[in-house]
C-alpha cells in the first residue's frame, strides 16, 4: 500500500532549510537571474552591498595628514605595498613635510630615503618635480581636479583618484589598483585588462556615490580573501556569485 509519508518528510525538510538560510535562497534566486549576465544589475547590487556588509569602514591604507602626504604616499605605492611605504613615509615627511622642503630637496637624499621602495630614484624625481609644480602652479596646494592633478609629475588616474576620494571625498572616479584588477575580472565585472579600461567599465557599472568606497573594499576584500595565488574561497563571502576558473572551492 503506498504512502506519502516520505514526500511529506521531503518537504517539511526542505522548507525547514529555506527558512534557516534566506541569505543563501536570496543570492540563489540573484544568481540564478543573472546567469549569462554577470553586469545585471542585480547582481551587481548584491556584491555591493556584501562587500558594505563585510567591510563597512574600509579606508586607505596609507598613512597621510594631508593631501600632499597622501598624493607622495601614492606615488611611492607603485610597485610596492602599502605597509613598505608606511615604513617608509615617516622619516620622509619629518624630514621634507611640506610640498615647499620637498621642492628644495636633494634628489640623492630623497633617493636614498624611499631606496627600499623600488624604482626609486623615478619616483625621487617625481616626488620632487610634484613638490615643484604644486608650488609653482597651484599656490602650494594639491588641486581637487582631475584635469589639473594630471599635470603633476608620478600622477596618473590612479594617484589622482586616491587624492580626490581619500582625501577631499570626491568620487572622480575608481581606483584600479592590482587587487581591483583582479578581482573585478574574477568576478566578471569586466572584460578589460588594463587600468584605464577597467576604471571605465566599474564606472558605468557603479553608482559614483560608491565609486570612492567600492575601491577601498575590494582591496581590503583583496588582501584577506581574494588573494592573488590561493583565494580563500571557502572562507569567502562573494562564493557563491563567483565563477571565476582559479577558484580553490565551489557550491556550485
Not at 577601498?216 to 592573488?228: K, S
Amino acid at each position: 500500500m503506498p504512502t506519502a509519508r516520505p514526500q511529506k518528510k521531503a518537504a517539511t525538510k526542505k522548507v525547514t532549510r529555506a527558512k534557516a538560510a534566506p541569505h543563501r535562497a536570496a543570492k540563489k534566486i540573484v544568481k540564478k537571474k543573472s546567469a549569462g549576465n554577470p553586469t545585471n544589475p542585480q547582481r551587481v547590487e548584491a556584491i555591493l552591498q556584501q562587500l558594505a556588509e563585510h567591510y563597512p569602514n574600509a579606508v586607505c591604507a596609507l598613512h597621510h595628514r594631508n593631501a600632499w602626504e597622501l598624493m607622495v604616499a601614492t606615488i611611492l605605492s607603485a610597485q610596492c605595498t602599502d605597509v613598505r611605504v608606511n615604513m617608509v613615509t615617516p622619516a620622509l615627511f619629518q624630514r621634507f613635510p611640506t610640498p615647499q622642503s620637498m621642492s628644495k630637496a636633494s634628489q640623492a637624499e630623497v633617493e636614498e630615503m624611499i631606496r627600499t621602495t623600488g624604482f626609486f630614484r623615478n619616483k625621487a624625481k617625481n616626488i620632487i618635480g610634484a613638490a615643484q609644480k604644486v608650488i609653482a602652479d597651484f599656490g602650494g596646494k594639491v588641486p581637487q581636479t582631475m584635469g589639473e592633478l594630471l599635470t603633476i609629475p608620478g600622477v596618473a588616474r590612479k594617484t589622482a583618484n586616491v587624492v580626490s576620494g581619500s582625501w577631499y571625498k570626491i568620487p572622480l572616479g575608481v581606483v584600479v589598483d592590482t587587487h581591483v584588477m583582479r578581482i573585478t575580472q574574477r568576478l566578471e565585472l569586466t572584460k578589460s585588462t588594463t587600468p584605464e579600461k577597467i576604471e571605465q567599465d566599474m564606472m558605468q557599472l557603479i553608482p559614483q556615490p560608491a565609486w570612492i568606497d567600492f575601491s577601498h573594499r575590494v582591496i581590503h576584500f583583496g588582501r584577506e580573501i581574494c588573494i592573488a595565488r590561493k583565494p580563500r574561497c571557502a572562507d569567502c563571502f562573494l562564493e557563491d556569485l563567483c565563477n571565476s576558473k582559479d577558484k580553490t572551492w565551489s557550491t556550485h
